[in-house]
């Protein structure tokens, strides 16, 4: 008999980083999908956009994201630190926003950081 579906796992398993638990929570409560207990209730929508939010959420965080160890009792699990590449998790992440209409709002982060012309203050 197969394990009950779990969306909090289907979201964590979407990418190879590794995300808080309440990251995770948030982004299927955003998303509305905090509730599915089934696979085949997902669209494919769905899945692509939670996938592009856990990618956006990579993209927001620091370029490398320290390792850490989960343990209780005598079991022990380390994560290695993971190191991000804004440029590709940003053409991944908007090409999908983009196929479903959700770009508007992201269309200026990639040129966050803008030279001002010092010759306008003085």
């Not at 030279?115 to 003085?122: Q, V």
Request: glycine share 8%; aromatic share 14%.
């Amino acid at each position: 008999m197969a394990d009950e579906f779990d969306i909090y796992k289907y979201i964590e398993g979407l990418t190879g980083f590794v995300f808080d638990k309440t990251v995770i929570e948030r982004i299927a409560l955003d998303r509305g999908v905090s509730e599915v207990t089934s696979y085949d209730s997902l669209t494919q929508r769905d899945k692509d956009l939670l996938l592009a939010d856990l990618l956006y959420t990579a993209y927001c965080s620091p370029n490398m994201m320290a390792n850490h160890t989960h343990q209780h009792g005598s079991y022990s699990k380390t994560v290695g630190s993971q190191t991000i590449n804004r440029d590709e998790l940003y053409q991944i992440f908007m090409g999908i926003y983009r196929r479903y209409g959700e770009d508007e709002l992201l269309d200026g982060i990639a040129g966050r950081v803008k030279w001002i012309d010092e010759g306008k203050f003085f």
